[in-house]
Every structure is written in structure tokens, then in C-alpha cells.
């Protein structure tokens, strides 16, 4: 399995860009790097996932190493709504089932 | 607006009893899991179905039972063989089993009294 290492928890001001890190030195080359939040007492949400390239949606975009043995997710411009809890995750094979959302990285927001 | 639906919101359990988790979704989904998440805790998987009248124990799956007669539900019974069921739990779907891009339910508290 390709685990993951992030941050347990980070701040960042209101209206700033938050960069949320995660390390994943041991992912092999067809295993996809996937991001998702849960707010507190909500199921989590997608947010975004790649391969090798960087990635951007609505959301947010996500910075993959050349190595891709690192990460990282970039919020724009936070606001208060985005404090939650940002799972990093690397599926080890096909298959929802195989997603393990551990303890990720509490961010909050600050006005 | 297409999505999942879990109820009841907030569901209590007496000693012996078992109790049934609704979840329900509209996304023309083939696979559908079930999670529990602890305090502070991340996601452990209960069940997962990946077609209708198929489903497969995940990792926590003892004194948890399920069901999927049909495309669109996936509940959950916590028996009372489940010692220890308070928890937040949650239910997900996909639109197969190899797409690793959840849609989640906004969950169901379950404390007993």
C-alpha cells in the first residue's frame, strides 16, 4: 500500500491561499493520488485527484512532484467554509473499497 | 438534484435491539458502501455492494448486516451482536466499483441508550 503522511492539523487566514501537504514516497507509478474534505458531522467530498500532472478545478489544484512522492492541494482563496478535515489518499489498486481515509489534516480557517 | 439520502439523522438503539440505517440514491449508481467513523477517527469499511444482490464484508463487517435488492438502497442493520455501535455512520456510492471517486451521504448518528 501506498501510505500517506499529512500534517494533523494547519491554519491559515482568511482569503489567503492554503497549501496542504502530504507525502506519499511510496506510490508506484499507476496509483492515482486522491483529495477529499469532510466538514464536521458531514459525509466527505471529492475534491480532486491525478496522476502526474498538476490538476485544477473549481475547487481547488493539486501540485504532484515530479517524483510523485509528494503532494500538494492548494485552496486559492480560503474561506471559513473550507475549515474541515482534507483526507490524502493513494488507492492501492482499482476499487473504491480500497480507498482508506486515515486521520488527514484538520485545516481551519481564520477570519 | 441527484445525490445520496441517509435517515434518520440521529437514531438510538436500546440493548438488544437491532436497528436499521436507511440509505437511498439517484445517481444511477452500481456501487454502494457503507462506512463507520469513529471520534476523531478516520472512515473503516463495513460493506460494500457493487452490483444489486451482491455484496462483500469490508474490514469491520461483525455484527453488521446488509442488503441491496435494489439498485438504488443499501441499508444497514447494526444488530445487537454489535457491542460497541455508537458511532457516525456513513453511506457512499460510485458509479462502479473500479471508480475510486465516492459520493458520500451526510451520515446518521447512532448512540445507544
Given at each position: 500500500?501506498?501510505?500517506?503522511?499529512?500534517?494533523?492539523?494547519?491554519?491559515?487566514?482568511?482569503?489567503?491561499?492554503?497549501?496542504?501537504?502530504?507525502?506519499?514516497?511510496?506510490?508506484?507509478?499507476?496509483?492515482?493520488?486522491?483529495?477529499?474534505?469532510?466538514i464536521?458531522s458531514q459525509g466527505?467530498q471529492?475534491?480532486?485527484?491525478?496522476?502526474?500532472?498538476?490538476?485544477?478545478?473549481?475547487?481547488?489544484?493539486?501540485?504532484?512532484?515530479?517524483?510523485?512522492?509528494?503532494?500538494?492541494?492548494?485552496?486559492?482563496?480560503?474561506?471559513?467554509?473550507?475549515?474541515?478535515?482534507?483526507?490524502?489518499?493513494?488507492?492501492?489498486?482499482?476499487?473504491?473499497?480500497?480507498?482508506?481515509?486515515?486521520?488527514?489534516?484538520?485545516?481551519?480557517?481564520?477570519? | 438534484?441527484?445525490g445520496i439520502t441517509q435517515s434518520?439523522k440521529?437514531?438510538?438503539?436500546?440493548?438488544?435491539?437491532?436497528?436499521?440505517?436507511?440509505c437511498?440514491?439517484?445517481?444511477?449508481?452500481?456501487?454502494?458502501?457503507?462506512?463507520?467513523?469513529?471520534?476523531?477517527?478516520?472512515?473503516?469499511?463495513?460493506?460494500?455492494?457493487?452490483?444489486?444482490?451482491?455484496?462483500?464484508?469490508?474490514?469491520?463487517?461483525?455484527?453488521?448486516?446488509?442488503?441491496?435488492?435494489?439498485?438504488?438502497?443499501?441499508?444497514?442493520?447494526?444488530?445487537?451482536?454489535?457491542?460497541?455501535?455508537?458511532?457516525f455512520y456513513l453511506c457512499?456510492?460510485?458509479?462502479?466499483?473500479?471508480?475510486?471517486?465516492?459520493?458520500f451521504g451526510s451520515g446518521t448518528q447512532?448512540?445507544?441508550?
Open positions: 500500500d501506498a501510505k500517506t503522511t499529512q500534517p494533523t492539523s494547519m491554519d491559515c487566514a482568511e482569503g489567503r491561499a492554503a497549501n496542504l501537504p502530504c507525502n506519499h514516497s511510496t506510490i508506484s507509478g499507476n496509483e492515482y493520488v486522491y483529495w477529499y474534505r469532510q464536521h466527505p471529492y475534491i480532486i485527484h491525478g496522476l502526474k500532472n498538476n490538476e485544477t478545478n473549481e475547487m481547488a489544484s493539486l501540485i504532484i512532484t515530479e517524483d510523485r512522492k509528494s503532494s500538494t492541494l492548494i485552496l486559492p482563496h480560503a474561506t471559513l467554509r473550507d475549515t474541515a478535515v482534507y483526507y490524502c489518499i493513494v488507492p492501492p489498486i482499482q476499487g473504491a473499497q480500497k480507498l482508506v481515509f486515515g486521520q488527514g489534516t484538520r485545516l481551519t480557517i481564520n477570519p | 438534484d441527484g434518520p440521529y437514531l438510538f438503539r436500546k440493548e438488544g435491539q437491532n436497528v436499521t440505517l436507511s437511498e440514491q439517484n445517481l444511477n449508481h452500481d456501487a454502494m458502501y457503507w462506512y463507520r467513523q469513529d471520534p476523531g477517527q478516520g472512515l473503516r469499511l463495513i460493506y460494500y455492494s457493487q452490483i444489486v444482490n451482491d455484496f462483500q464484508k469490508g474490514d469491520i463487517a461483525e455484527g453488521y448486516s446488509v442488503s441491496r435488492e435494489k439498485k438504488e438502497s443499501f441499508p444497514l442493520t447494526v444488530t445487537s451482536a454489535q457491542k460497541n455501535p455508537t458511532a457512499a456510492s460510485s458509479m462502479d466499483q473500479g471508480e475510486e471517486k465516492l459520493f447512532l448512540s445507544v441508550l
